[in-house]
């Protein structure tokens, strides 16, 4: 049997052929960029406590899932603001900390759906666009032309989300792909989809699509959701 030296080393060519062959191997499989991240599997349980299913939720967006084109896609940031943003999908997700709640979403045709969300926090959004120390409210516009509004007050003590997945996989359209927002203790018509723009605003009368035609504009899960 032949051999070689290697390093100061001498080993059998066959060894050494063996050697060079998983080499090569683990390089196809891997790649220049390293491992291919498979899609994400979705969890049911979550630090011991059950998870529904991303497929629990019942359609009721007012003109039907949107199918946004991610790369023309952009979110904005504007209204009182000392510097107005337009983000990619893949600037927001690589640009700020992700976070994960478990919360349950209650929606007012009497069901809810508790989730594992994963997003980053709505006020570091807004604190990178330079917030106006007047601003008092935020105003979310959606792909379908949905709004919704709540207090700046409310979105930083809580540290809302805009959530891009759910259970450990992508947002799915059907649940407003690229983005929602995770408006814990809020009647669902808060937890608006497929959000495309974000408004610092100095009016808290203002009221979004549901709000305007008599639903609660403070949508406290503890109160009615009729007119406050």
């Not at 516009?141 to 809302?160: C, H, K, V, W």
């Not at 989300?161 to 450990?168: I, K």
Request: net charge negative.
């Amino acid at each position: 049997m032949g051999t070689t030296t290697v390093s100061g080393k001498t080993l059998p060519v066959t060894a050494l052929l063996l050697t060079l062959l998983v080499t090569v191997l683990l390089a196809g499989c891997l790649g220049e960029q390293g491992p291919e991240r498979l899609p994400g599997v979705e969890v049911r349980e979550y630090q011991g406590e059950l998870l529904s299913s991303v497929k629990d939720f019942r359609e009721n967006s007012i003109r039907g899932p949107q199918q946004v084109n991610i790369t023309d896609y952009r979110l904005t940031i504007d209204g009182l603001v000392g510097e107005e943003k337009a983000y990619t999908y893949d600037q927001v997700l690589r640009g700020f900390p992700h976070y994960r709640k478990r919360v349950t979403l209650f929606c007012v045709e009497g069901w809810d759906a508790t989730i594992l969300w994963e997003g980053v926090k709505v006020s570091d959004l807004i604190n990178a666009a330079d917030p106006d120390p007047r601003a008092n409210t935020v105003i979310f516009t959606a792909a379908d032309g949905y709004t919704t509004s709540l207090p700046l007050d409310y979105i930083r003590s809580r540290n809302i989300l805009l959530a891009y997945g759910m259970n450990n996989i992508t947002m799915p359209v059907e649940r407003g792909y690229p983005f929602e927002l995770v408006a814990e203790d809020r009647w669902g018509y808060k937890w608006i989809r497929w959000v495309t723009g974000i408004r610092l605003s100095d009016d808290p009368t203002y009221r979004g699509y549901w709000e305007s035609r008599g639903y609660s504009n403070t949508a406290d899960l503890n109160r009615s959701f009729f007119r406050d």
